[in-house]
């Protein structure tokens, strides 16, 4: 008996022990997880002032949960030409499959990579350059975006210019400026474009009413006319709540409103004015309506679906 005893309770230690091992195991595989290979990008809606031919920006380094891409290299990119779904491919890391918050871009104000100062600055019409500088050389990007288990993950990280860039006005010269760290923070947002959708369209305007349309797309319920046509923040941001924005360009008048999150969403369309003492400024927002009996104030987007959005302009308010 006694020798049984011991045999059982041998059995028992080691069948505890190879239960505590798996277990190990288990947590173990939970805790480092499968990582997928993720490709960050960069984009940019466009900024409504007539003035600017370009806007460079030269990016250092980036990092995510305090790690740096896999290939990246120190780039200047004219943020500007990065419109209409186009992106430039910064690099990648290997992440799990959950949320991330923390992207950080490491700026260099004082020299592009091609060793010419500055590193940021904005490209007048007549050529001019106009160094952008912030408080920090370090923009930290706190928009979540998600790393999808057995996906292809591109994350685009949309550098917002007409949130981004300030301009002040004297003696009929314009000086250019990134705005404030916080609002620069919350000009920039972070999308996984395998959850995001489209919408594109064409504009009528028969009637002439405008030097440039900008369409604005905002979730569905929060446009405020009055709030958003007067500017926010320190510095003065309109259709700051906007989403993202395109500009009504081309023979055919098209405009496409790229890297939308699955949701619902309302189109605004404003009118701006051009002339030689203001240079191009807010006219009025735009009556238009749907060629195709659209609601205009509430589409849905779904993942990778591209919505067509055509529209004839009515009138003003």
Known sequence: MKIMKNYLKNSGLILIAMMAMISCDKSDDSATGESYNTSFEVTDAPIDNADVKAVFVTIANVSVDGK???GFRATTVNLAALVDGKTKVLGNLDLQARSYSNIVFELDFEKDVYGNAPGCYVE???GEKDALVAASNKININDAFE??????????VDFDLRKTIKEE???FSSDYNFVTMAELTAGIRAINAEL???ISGTVNDSKNTSDKIIVYAYKKGSFNAD??????????????????????????KSYSLDFLKEGEYELIFASYKEDQES???FNSILEVESVTDLNLGAIKVNSMLKISA???VTGSR
């Open 196 to 198: 995001t959708g489209k």
């Open 169 to 171: 006005k004297s003696n």
């Open 310 to 312: 055509n529209v004839m």
């Open 147 to 156: 790393v999808i288990a057995q996906s292809k993950n591109v994350i685009v």
């Open 68 to 70: 740096s891409l896999e």
């Open 227 to 252: 709030v958003e046509t007067k500017g926010k923040g320190e510095s003065g941001v309109t259709f700051a709540n906007a989403i993202t924005s395109a500009e009504v360009k081309g023979i055919g």
């Open 124 to 126: 007048k019409a007549n």
């Open 279 to 281: 240079g191009l400024h």
